[in-house]
């Protein structure tokens, strides 16, 4: 079992940032690629940024690339989103997940095996 608790979402006006964390405990957090999700009010989940074990690899929805950083600290067993000129667009529950499976970097929430319980974010305009 992986055990995952988002942090660091919170209410910031359009062009502000905020930066999320994502802390695992259980199983070695370091053998798994982490990807950070999010949901809009009756809306489907969405890929936003997935990040390899390593931290070499990284992938990211057209949506936020360039305005949006994933990282980690494997000795911190924690993932990072750094987000910055943001939008109202990007208000959304975001999600971080861990794909215990090997395989190339993906977007699809099925391959995704534990999640954490989110964390709201609201971008006002």
């Known amino acids: 079992q992986v055990q995952l608790v988002e942090s660091g979402g919170g209410l910031v006006q359009a062009g502000g940032s905020l930066r999320l964390s994502c802390a695992a405990s259980g199983r070695t957090f370091s053998n798994y690629a982490m990807g950070w999700f999010r949901q809009a009010p009756g809306k489907e989940r969405d890929f936003v940024a997935a990040?390899?074990?390593?931290?070499?690899?990284?992938y990211y929805a057209d949506s936020v690339k360039g305005r949006f950083t994933i990282s980690r600290d494997n000795a911190k067993n924690t993932v990072y989103l750094q987000m910055n000129s943001l939008k109202p667009e990007d208000t959304a529950v975001y999600y971080c997940?861990?794909?215990?499976?090997?395989?190339?970097?993906?977007?699809?929430?099925?391959?995704?095996?534990?999640w954490g319980q989110g964390t709201q974010v609201t971008v006002s305009s």
């Open positions: 997940a861990a794909d215990v499976s090997i395989r190339p970097l993906n977007s699809d929430s099925d391959k995704y095996t534990y």
């Open positions: 990040i390899s074990w390593s931290g070499r690899s990284t």
